[in-house]
Nanobody, 121 residues
């Protein structure tokens, strides 16, 4: 199996910063794409940022210039650096990865359990 575990959420004041981390573990041959999504109360889950294995990043318009997705030095680790946070960034943030468990399998989507980010004074 594949497990994704997020960390780094919490309560922060408007204008503040947080860094989310995601670590993928288990039987993993390759990760093609990785990223972050979020879901606010009463809203659908939405893309925040994604990164391909080649390092091409894609951001939601609402976070461009404020959030940065990056890969860690450790294998199967990635981050979301969030700056200039706004109350509307409040949501549960989920990490995502398209993983291939063996060379013979196709890529499948995996999700973390989510971490709460609350931006409030």
């Amino acid at each position: 199996q594949v497990q994704l575990v997020e960390s780094g959420g919490g309560l922060v004041q408007p204008g503040g910063s947080l860094r989310l981390s995601c670590v993928a573990s288990g039987t993993i041959f390759d990760i093609k794409d990785m990223g972050w999504y979020r879901q606010a109360p009463g809203k659908e889950r939405e893309l925040v940022a994604t990164s391909t294995s080649g390092g091409i990043a894609n951001y939601a318009d609402s976070v461009k210039g404020r959030f940065t997705i990056s890969r860690g030095n450790a294998k199967f680790t990635w981050y979301l650096q969030m700056s200039s946070l706004k109350p509307e960034d409040t949501a549960v943030y989920y990490c995502y990865a398209a993983c291939k468990r063996t060379v013979f399998r196709t890529y499948e989507a995996y999700w973390g359990q989510g971490t709460q980010v609350t931006v409030s004074s």
